[in-house]
């Protein structure tokens, strides 16, 4: 399974500068505003540049938010503003690295200054502005990509390639995950708000009759969300709706498994928020069409903290399992103590803003410190409550 090993990001938003040397299942923590949703959107515009093209439509279209042009480089008192965004992606002996310059007022486009592309040891491509041998490169358009065509196999430069260009960030809503609000971002197995959620649970149950692992994912689901007997999805033309709901095509149904037979079926829309959150965070782990890289922002939305951490714990590894690499950001404590850190595959970064206002991003290693508060009992939702692990709110 190829990871990505470490992204590089330098001037963007708030981050000054940062190196992050990446597991497969990834858990930033931290306050509010400290620059974690960035640390995702970083690497969503490096997979804009590795797809070849950064504009408002690609970013969108993997999650990033547009913004104001002139506030995508970063601009701290007392620092030289960097003349471009520099990102990197790097995995074994392969990396892709670009130089980019945020749009003007007038355009959308990101144009690329410096490009560089190395596989398997191999510069594949090379481009900056004092290239003799490239005088007529579009500017806003990557070379990667194109070079990428060419590429005969699956080698280990085009398979990072490939896992930045499908990189998303997902942000579910509960509105979305029930299917009465349209997903403005569909994408296959679900949208990055949650749309197409009862489409791709019916799948997974189709694949599950096929897979025994996948068996195995239904049951912890089950156990997850303790109340339901089972789940499933109908045609929307399905007797479970009101009349005044808006009628999907497919609907989510849940069994509840304490209600007398023939009243306990609920809809997507009249069941628990937490149980469509549980479904969404197993489709994207275990779903073969789900990226191999992605994120979720603000994965503990809405979700109880005992739930949390047990969702956490299975999300870990289920996603692991399937080959995925996952990055999640989160508010709640109780993430943290459904995490295994002694598997060097999980890690948790604290994101935190310097006195200066740049964000800092430093993982949390277990050490003979660590280790001894727990053996005293405290679990790493304390330790961070109390100020030991960093990221955390100064009020």
């Given at each position: ?96 690295e670009v130089e980019l310059n945020n749009p003007s007022t007038q355009s959308t486009a990101w144009a690329f200054k410096t490009e560089k592309w190395i596989s398997s040891g191999k510069k594949i491509v090379g481009r900056s502005p004092r290239s003799t041998k490239l005088p007529a490169l579009d500017a806003f358009r990557g070379l990667a990509a194109l070079k990428d065509v060419e590429s005969v ?122 149980a469509l959150y549980v479904l969404f965070a197993a489709v994207l782990a275990v779903h073969p069409d789900a990226p191999r890289l992605l994120a979720i922002d603000n994965f503990d939305a809405t979700l109880n903290p005992r739930l949390v951490r047990s969702l956490t714990a299975k999300l870990a590894e289920w996603s692991i399992t399937n080959g995925r690499q996952l990055l999640l950001t989160c ?65």
């Open positions: 399974m190829t990871l990505i090993q470490r992204i590089d990001i330098h001037a963007f938003k708030s981050i000054q500068k940062a190196s992050l040397e990446l597991g497969a299942f990834n858990v930033f923590v931290g306050a509010n505003g400290s620059g974690k949703s960035n640390i995702l959107e970083a690497i969503g515009v490096l997979g804009s540049a590795a797809f070849g093209r950064v504009d408002d439509e690609s970013l969108l279209r993997r999650g990033v938010r547009p913004g104001l042009p002139d506030l995508y480089k970063t601009s701290f008192r007392g620092h030289t503003r960097r003349n471009a965004i520099r990102f990197g992606a790097h995995t074994g002996t392969s990396s892709y196999g699956h080698t280990e430069g085009s398979t990072l390639l490939s896992l930045l260009q499908d990189y998303s960030i997902y942000a579910p809503n509960t509105a979305t995950l029930r299917g009465i609000v349209s997903d403005p971002q569909t994408r296959q197995p679900v949208g990055l708000s949650g749309g197409r959620l009862a489409e791709a649970v019916e799948e997974l149950h189709r694949l599950a009759r096929k897979t025994e692992a996948l068996e195995e994912v239904i049951e912890d689901i089950l156990e997850l969300v303790d109340w339901v007997a089972s789940f499933g999805s109908r045609p929307g033309s399905a007797e479970l709706l009101s009349p005044s709901i808006p009628r999907p095509s497919q609907v989510l149904f849940f069994r509840d498994r304490f209600m007398a037979d023939r009243r306990n079926v609920l809809s997507a829309y009249d069941a628990s928020e937490g508010h709640n404590p109780l993430v943290l103590d459904g995490l295994s850190l002694q598997d060097e595959r999980v890690r948790l970064f604290a994101v935190d803003r310097s006195f200066g206002g740049m964000t800092t991003i430093n993982r949390v290693v277990v050490d003979e410190a660590l280790l001894g508060k727990a053996q005293e009992g405290w679990p790493l939702s304390r330790l961070w409550v109390t100020g030991h692990l960093g990221g955390i709110a100064n009020v």
